[in-house]
């Protein structure tokens, strides 16, 4: 792309992305302040004037057909009052998973922003795309709403709309001709949209880490170990369901040592496309668990050794407006080639985290024919998790809210030291 100055990291933001409002309801955590306490962090840190700015766009219809239906494409390029008038209109009036054809669940809103901000989440993440996979950047975060990976192939669901990872996936498929897309999902929320968009697809690896107890959303068995994908892809679905709150840094990069990475390095991905829900971080209304910035940006930096690091970002969920700014601030610092952070807590994996991943592992194992044979030698039962269970906190004793809070602010302090 003669003209364009070369960049290591791109970018996008639209101010039109937070004219989505959550209807009347109050109080709702997927706001449009997420949107601008990201950006006005990494304006205030210096990190955006680092990063080459990716020019917004819509999403077409022939784009949003990568992985939603006619008929839900269709309501999509509605009229915005159009738009707003007919999801209200078929909304169930109560929390359906799974709604009847038609309608849409009850965890979803439209006013007169929603469908503008549809199409230019959708769109401005194939743009970024597009910049990383012509070579003009290296890698690419995309500061998008409403998120996207609830978002089902003929409804909307969890606050999502247009499936813009997937819809990113296909299209580097499609258009950049690509052979092997890998997703990282690493919102607590199963992407429950992603995993059926990709279900029976070997070209695309999904692989979720997520809590995973039933009634936690999205409610149901799609988010257990045991979704294994289907058909051709057998085996290229991978979920990690944590079964309880208060994960950390530790639990995350041991389930990535032992079983993210080393799928990863096998499939050989072209193209590394992140779910970055940051609502697993410490603190997080939503989320229940420990996951600081630092884990974060460790985990991008080991992604970016995949795909000759064309690594794109695309945010999802994550609610504590501090904590998302400082967790954006630090995977772009990472997708920069900065110096990591000073870990300031143990990177020790619980008791419970580890026997998750091992379900995970076992999972894997158990697939006819798995295609990873990377994994075929793993002995779960090698771990002395007595050893490691001394050194963490218990199932049992997991932070509470006032603990969180304080941990919190021990961090804090010791970052303002």
């Not at 709702?28 to 766009?57: F, M």
């Not at 979704?227 to 991978?238: H, K, L, M, P, W």
């Not at 991943?357 to 002395?384: C, E, H, M, T």
């Amino acid at each position: 792309m003669a003209g364009i100055t070369r960049k290591r990291t791109c970018l996008v933001y639209d101010d039109l992305m937070t004219r989505h409002l959550q209807g009347s309801t109050s109080g709702c955590e997927e706001a449009p302040k997420r949107l601008t306490a990201i950006y006005h962090h990494l304006e205030e840190t210096g990190l955006i004037e680092q990063c080459l700015l990716v020019t917004s766009r819509d999403a077409s219809r022939e784009e949003l057909a990568y992985v939603h239906s006619e008929r839900y494409v269709a309501l999509m390029h509605l009229e915005p009052a159009a738009f707003e008038t007919e999801v209200e209109s078929r909304k169930h009036r109560t929390r359906k998973v799974h709604p009847a054809p038609g309608r849409i669940p009850s965890d979803i809103w439209a006013t007169l922003g929603t469908q503008p901000s549809i199409l230019r989440a959708a769109g401005s993440l194939l743009n970024v795309v597009d910049t990383v996979l012509d070579d003009t950047a290296l890698n690419g975060f995309a500061i998008i709403r409403p998120p996207g990976h609830h978002a089902h192939p003929d409804y909307p669901a969890g606050f999502c709309f247009a499936n813009n990872v997937a819809i990113a996936a296909k299209h580097a498929v499609a258009q950049h001709g690509l052979k092997r897309v890998l997703i990282v999902d690493w919102d607590i929320h199963h992407g429950d949209g992603s995993q059926d968009a990709f279900y029976e697809d070997p070209r695309v690896c999904y692989i979720s880490l997520h809590r995973g107890e039933f009634k936690f959303y999205p409610e149901g068995t799609e988010k257990f170990a045991s979704s294994t994908g289907a058909g051709a892809g057998s085996g290229y679905n991978i979920n990690i369901p944590w079964q309880q709150g208060g994960m950390t840094d530790g639990d995350y990069i041991t389930a990535f040592l032992r079983l993210v990475m080393p799928v990863a390095y096998e499939f050989a991905p072209e193209l590394v496309l992140v779910s970055c829900g940051f609502d697993a971080a410490l603190g997080d209304p939503l989320g229940g668990c420990c996951v600081t910035e630092v884990g974060y940006g460790i985990m991008t930096r080991m992604l970016m050794t995949l795909a000759g690091g064309k690594v794109v970002l695309a945010l999802e969920g994550g609610y504590k407006l501090e904590m998302i700014s400082k967790c954006a601030g630090s995977v772009v610092r990472a997708l920069l080639g900065h110096e990591p952070e000073i870990n300031l807590v143990p990177l020790a994996p619980s008791l419970a985290g580890l026997m998750d991943i091992k379900s995970a592992l076992d999972a894997q194992r158990s697939i006819p024919n798995s295609p990873w044979k990377s994994l075929k030698f793993y002995d779960g039962n090698s771990v002395d998790y007595d050893a490691t269970f001394s050194t963490v906190q218990t199932p049992g004793n997991l932070p509470n809210k006032e603990s969180v809070d304080s941990l919190v602010a021990d961090l804090d302090s010791l970052s303002a030291k």
